[in-house]
């Protein structure tokens, strides 16, 4: 695991989180508008092919959180015009109420537990907007259970708290008061492969179970960060690089 570490060590180190035209990432439109909604829409959006990606949120005239002038024409894979523009009317009425972060917070620090901090934003959502299509509880998610055993890893949602909790490239670190060590990795197939590959995971089944254990086990290089080494191991499923 030594060897491992320190090859993990040098991708970073030689700045394996690049990120630009030719290495892509939705990350981009996270930093170009550094806002807590924007970002939470970027990641949420992220499913599929990249530049798939960011062609549609690069689409999306931000304004209208503020000027609450909804698009009425875009639409993405699974998500309908009517999808899309209901997620982004919860999110102008949750804009104007509540800071991310605060309702984060409301649930994490019971027992420091981050998918308590998603089930109190995702719960909102709902209660703000109750509508009801497979392209807009898609894009939302479940509301999380107890599980971890068989259930969503959470990707996406999991991506935009490091995003906000990390305070290093290429993340943001927008939010307070959560700690990095309590990240969940947001584990996707490109990681969970990786993960197997070199031994990082034992767990087969893709499932939120097999990313509290990578996490755990990522703990091991590092206590305090151990979501620094996500972004190597996305990039070596995604680049096909061999250790």
């Known amino acids: 695991m030594e060897k491992l570490k320190k090859k993990l060590d040098s991708l970073i180190d030689n700045n394996i989180y690049e990120i630009n035209e030719k290495k892509l990432d939705p990350i981009m439109i996270a930093q170009k508008h550094n806002d807590e909604y924007i970002a939470l829409t970027a990641a949420l959006f992220s499913y599929g092919n990249v530049k798939a990606i960011l062609k549609f949120l690069n689409s999306i005239d931000f304004n209208f959180l503020e000027t609450k002038k909804i698009p009425t024409n875009l639409y993405y894979r699974f998500q309908t015009k009517e999808d899309i523009y209901q997620f ?3 999110l102008i009425s949750m804009k104007k109420e509540y800071s991310l972060n605060d309702l984060f917070l409301k649930g994490y620090k019971k027992e420091n537990n981050v998918i308590d901090g998603l089930r109190e ?5 709902y209660e703000i907007n109750p509508y009801k299509s497979k392209g807009y509880e898609f894009l939302i998610g479940k509301i999380p259970s107890n599980k971890t055993k068989g259930v969503s890893p959470y990707k996406r949602w999991n991506m935009f708290l490091r995003w906000m909790v990390r305070d290093t490239e290429p993340d943001l670190g927008l939010w307070k008061n959560v700690k990095k060590s309590d990240l969940i990795i947001p584990l996707d197939t490109h990681t969970h ?3 197997l590959k070199y031994g990082l995971l034992k767990r087969k089944t893709y499932d939120l ?3 509290i254990e990578l996490s755990e086990n990522l703990k091991k290089f590092d206590p305090t960060d151990p979501l620094k080494y996500d972004f190597a191991l996305y990039r070596i ?3 096909k690089i061999n250790l």
Not at 121 to 125: A, G, M, P, Q
């Open 88 to 90: 982004f009317k919860a």
């Open 121 to 125: 934003i995702i719960k909102k959502i």
């Open 193 to 195: 492969k990786v993960s």
């Open 209 to 211: 179970a097999a990313a």
């Open 237 to 239: 499923g995604q680049f």
